[in-house]
């Protein structure tokens, strides 16, 4: 069975703090996503990498970073966390090949930054 | 335009009935309009997909309808069980290698007993 993990389901951050939220796929893909989701305004594309080492910026960018050392893990970056980054956050995987291609989310992590 | 709008933003239907949710894209570049259903607590599954070379496609008691020339597609739900409350998103997919997709807003079905 398909299993895109994240590690941390909840998390609450201090203003200004660094958070790491850690994804692991297990299932070979080279494509790997990070996306936010808020209430109302659907899942937004933070970055996506599509292979190691390799990123591309999404739609919403600004504040985050990412880094992909190995095939099957890819890290969002908060340099330093603010209110407005309390979210929830998705990561996801998928073969490459064009479109047509199942897109597999994780369980998501909820991040509160107080 | 590299956006799909998607309505209604919240669906009430009573056991039993059909639940609509509808989606319009403007990109004609789209090649492929997946639906995502979300349940609380769970990351988005795909559902159910279309291309744009087929009016309908159906699986069990999901059906998309495509309209090209409209750039419209929507999600029925027929026979609507309290099991289907969910959100669920549209999407279209933008071309790529990375088969990378834009979202709709979602939409959170609640089907009553």
């Known amino acids: 069975d398909v299993k895109v993990t994240q590690s941390s389901r909840y998390l609450v951050k201090r203003t200004g703090e660094k958070v790491f939220l850690e994804c692991v796929q297990d299932?070979?893909?080279?494509?790997m996503f990070w996306y936010r989701q808020d209430p109302g305004l659907g899942l937004r594309l933070i970055y996506f990498s599509y292979d190691v080492k390799m990123k591309e910026k999404g739609d919403i960018p600004e504040g985050y970073s990412v880094s992909r050392e190995k095939k099957e893990r890819f890290s969002l970056i908060l340099e330093s966390a603010s209110t407005n980054q309390t979210s929830m956050y998705l990561c996801a995987s998928s073969i490459p090949g064009g479109s047509g291609n199942t897109i597999y989310f994780g369980e998501g992590s909820w991040l509160t930054v107080v | 335009q590299q956006q799909v709008k998607q309505s209604p933003q919240s669906l009430i239907v009573q056991k039993g009935g059909i639940s609509i949710i509808n989606c319009a894209y403007e990109n004609t570049a789209f090649d492929y309009f997946p639906w995502y259903q979300q349940f609380p607590g769970k990351g988005p599954a795909l559902l159910i997909a279309?291309?744009?070379?087929?009016s309908e496609k159906k699986e069990g008691r999901f059906t998309i309808s495509f309209n090209k020339s409209a750039k419209q597609f929507s999600l029925h739900i027929m026979d609507s069980q309290p099991g289907d409350s969910a959100t669920y998103f549209c999407a279209a997919n933008y071309g790529g290698s990375q088969g990378n997709l834009i979202f709709g807003k979602g939409t959170k079905l609640s089907v009553k007993p």
């Open positions: 299932m070979d893909h080279e494509n």
């Open positions: 279309i291309r744009p070379d087929v």
